[in-house]
């Protein structure tokens, strides 16, 4: 059974604009922060009602920081020909 809900503030938080993050932007690949708590099935379910096409998601648990909340870094890499529009036109 899928969802159709639409991602909350919650699950997403920002968008990694780091200088690694925005050279892979070049290569298709976008880092995001969300909640520690999504899955990679979930990551899916909000790029396709985006509709993105997603080759690749990534997920890596960072580090506890007593500045931070508790998060993870999700790296998707979307199919050739697909992108995902992160600057205001």
């Known amino acids: 059974m899928t969802s159709t809900r639409m991602p909350t503030v919650q ?3 920002t ?3 780091t200088e690694k993050a925005c050279f892979l932007v070049e290569s298709n690949q976008y880092t995001f922060l969300m909640d520690r708590s999504i899955k990679k099935s979930r990551v899916l379910e909000i790029c396709e009602q985006l509709d993105i096409d997603v080759a690749k998601i990534r997920i890596i648990n960072l580090p506890v920081k007593m500045h931070k909340p508790r ?12 992108s995902i529009s992160i600057y205001p036109e």
């Open 11 to 13: 699950e997403i938080y």
């Open 15 to 17: 968008i990694s604009l």
């Open 71 to 82: 998060l993870k870094k999700v790296m998707i890499t979307c199919k050739p020909g697909s």
